[in-house]
T-cell receptor, first 114, second 113 residues
Framework: DTEVTQTPKHLVMGMTNKKSLKCEQH?????MYWYKQKAKKPPELMFV???????INESVPSRFSPECPNSSLLNLHLHALQPEDSALYLC?????????????FGPGTRLTVT | KQEVTQIPAALSVPEGENLVLNCSFT??????LQWFRQDPGKGLTSLLL?????REQTSGRLNASLDKSSGRSTLYIAASQPGDSATYLC????????????FGEGTQLTVNP
């Protein structure tokens, strides 16, 4: 099963709200990723977790807070977002092998900040 | 810094036509190259992964080739169908980029019935 699931599918939040995005995979992958994608642009990497430890933070503002509770789950906590943060948020996972592993993406969460 | 370019940016073809999508990259020190498909508002679906030591990979009507030394990859789609309409993205994983993928801007494909 090469499936990555994400919830919710859609999220509308105000600038003062706190919400969380969730991602889950059961492929035994040890690397998990958060990407942000704006319309008609490729995904932009935000965070990478490797073996449940944060290994890459691409200088993402602190209003985005990732969390990896276990090897199958990845959360993205959102607080005090701006309208320009509206985008499709994608989660992905991979084996985190010696460089040749394939990334599998989830369906995404469409986030709208009002 | 790795740069990935996809040509053309958009392509419209009649159903049944064979077509080629192009991807070029500036740094040949890569582990692999991955082709993805993305439908509007959806996630990315992995189509093919080519390791740096491989020349091509095939899956059904899709064939991807890799010429690492010249920094080029092509995705060949045989007998195109309206259901193939989507944006196709290529991404490379560089030897010095850790877990990062560098994406091209994509080719938006429309197959007309």
């Amino acid at each position: 099963d090469t499936e990555v699931t994400q919830t919710p599918k859609h999220l509308v939040m105000g600038m003062t709200n706190k919400k969380s995005l969730k991602c889950e995979q059961h492929m035994g992958h040890r690397a998990m990723y958060w990407y942000k994608q704006k319309a008609k642009k490729p995904p932009e990497l935000m965070f990478v977790y490797s073996y449940e430890k944060l290994s890459i933070n691409e200088s993402v503002p602190s209003r985005f807070s990732p969390e990896c509770p276990n090897s199958s789950l990845l959360n993205l906590h959102l607080h005090a977002l701006q309208p320009e943060d509206s985008a499709l948020y994608l989660c992905a996972s991979s084996q985190d092998g010696p460089g040749w592993d394939e990334q599998y993406f989830g369906p995404g969460t469409r986030l709208t900040v009002t | 810094k790795q740069e990935v370019t996809q040509i053309p940016a958009a392509l419209s073809v009649p159903e049944g036509e064979n077509l080629v999508l192009n991807c070029s990259f500036t740094d040949s020190a890569i582990y692999n190259l991955q082709w993805f498909r993305q439908d509007p508002g959806k996630g990315l679906t992995s189509l093919l992964l080519i390791q740096s030591s491989q020349r091509e990979q095939t899956s059904g009507r899709l064939n991807a080739s890799l010429d690492k030394s010249s920094g080029r990859s092509t995705l060949y789609i045989a007998a195109s169908q309206p259901g193939d309409s989507a944006t196709y993205l290529c991404a490379v994983k560089g030897e010095t980029s850790g877990s990062r993928l560098t994406f091209g801007e994509g080719t938006q494909l429309t197959v007309n019935p």
